[in-house]
């Protein structure tokens, strides 16, 4: 049996292929290069107009008998093209009966799964009440109990946000812009949904190298790739990597990577893919984004060194024009960053509508080993299910220019600061 060694952890091949297979996410995205099209050849003229004929001359009777023979080869053609062009309709027509029965199938499955789910959420909580009910008194008043407690309840409530949103008349891909959407985005730099200054440029790269307490830990890359085709529309494909330095990794390996492929037009991601190999873990998430039924699926699977194999399934309601996780980073770079703004965007994540704030803090001349670069430094925070929760000071340095590249980070965690500071780059093609 064939093993692959993840370091201080081994996995079998079949079970790898479990991991990283899905058919459900499989059948409903397809991603193909976008190749430009090759030109038609041009036919050549005939020999008679450069005058460079070998024809021989024919008599009247053998020139009637050739055009005979030419008019039944083309009737012939023409029948065979008839024929090719009927059971080619015939096909498509039944390929797209099928298509349409499999995604009526599937739209069963959803809302059978869904209606579930809402029966098992309405049972356990069913279950709680009656368990809350036998442990504390029914003719307990209100006001008793931890003050502290009923402040911090009542501040939860102040933090509460309603998300006030617009819904498209129809699916997102596929109803007429007329204006910008959604509602709740800044609009400068934008003609509808596309960014005016497109800031993305095929086979730009960073490079930063990621450093704990002075000592490097390794590097993360960010990239984008040419343009692919998925679901047949034109969309970005942005790349990250980690990658532990030589050091690190002999107290634990990580080689991990994520890519997202977003929309060129209404700028909405399809999907992300986050594969890891780490030194005690081996996994792959898959996130995909349906915009037709406004549903959002995640599938998580991993084989942990002492947990064994785990695997984790979500699927929830969309909110329209929402980023994933990994695809809001880089549709930041869409907006003008200018201090003093609070840029908002939301991610769907994990079956939770999850409201992003980012705040444009100041400009500043920051010196890195490509030299002095003039940035914008901005800092996110997250408001999830409508409570604010801070994930701990992180800030981000993006160059002050129409490509807004992320230069330098720095994310605050319970002992020290990580640290990802510009190691190299590359601007990629205008």
Request: proline share 5%; with cysteine; glycine share 4%.
């Amino acid at each position: 049996m064939l093993l692959i060694s993840c370091a201080a952890i081994e996995v079998k091949e079949a079970e790898l292929k479990e991991i990283r297979s899905n058919k459900q996410y499989e059948d409903l995205l397809t991603i193909e290069a976008e190749t430009p099209q090759t030109p038609q050849s041009i036919d050549q003229k005939d020999k008679k107009d450069t005058g460079q004929t070998d024809e021989k001359k024919t008599s009247p009777k053998e020139a009637e008998a050739e055009k005979k023979k030419k008019a039944a080869a083309a009737k012939k053609a023409a029948e065979a093209l008839k024929k090719k062009k009927a059971e080619a309709a015939k096909k498509a027509a039944e390929a797209l009966k099928k298509k349409k029965a499999a995604e009526a199938k599937r739209a069963a499955e959803a809302k059978k799964a869904a209606e579930a789910a809402k029966k098992k959420k309405a049972e356990e909580a069913k279950k709680k009440q009656v368990k809350k009910d036998q442990v504390e008194p029914k003719d307990k008043k209100p006001s008793e109990g931890d003050p502290k407690k009923a402040e911090s309840k009542e501040e939860d409530k102040k933090k509460k946000v309603t998300f006030d949103i617009e819904w498209p008349p129809g699916p997102l891909l596929e109803f007429p812009l007329k204006k910008r959407w959604p509602n709740y985005e800044d609009t400068e730099n934008f003609s509808f949904r596309r960014p005016i200054n497109d800031p993305y440029r095929i086979n730009e790269k960073v490079k930063l190298e990621i450093s704990y307490f002075g000592v490097t830990a390794g590097y993360m890359t960010m990239e984008t790739l040419p343009f692919k085709k998925v679901n047949g529309r034109k969309a970005y494909h942005f790349r990250m990597t980690i990658k532990s330095s030589s050091t690190f990794s002999l107290f634990y390996k990580v080689e991990d990577y994520a890519e997202t492929f977003i929309d060129y037009e209404r700028m909405v991601p399809f999907n992300y893919v986050i594969r890891m190999d780490e030194t005690n873990k081996v996994g792959e998430n898959k996130a995909l984004f349906d915009w037709k039924n406004y549903k959002a699926y995640t599938w998580e699977r991993k084989i942990d060194k002492k947990k064994g194999k785990q695997e984790k399934n979500y699927e929830w309601d969309l909110i329209p024009w929402a980023q994933n996780v990994f695809s809001a980073p880089f549709y930041l770079r869409s907006f003008t960053l200018k201090p003093g703004k609070n840029l908002k965007v939301l991610v769907g994540h994990r079956g939770e509508n999850i409201e992003m704030t980012a705040q444009v803090l100041r400009k500043e001349k920051l010196k890195t080993k490509m030299g002095t670069i003039n940035t914008v430094v901005i800092k996110p925070k997250f408001i999830i299910d409508g409570d604010f929760k801070p994930v701990g000071d992180i800030v981000f340095w993006h160059t002050d220019d129409d490509q807004k590249l992320v230069v330098r980070m720095e994310a605050k965690i319970k002992i020290g600061t990580i640290v990802g500071s510009l190691d190299s780059w590359s601007r990629g093609q205008k």
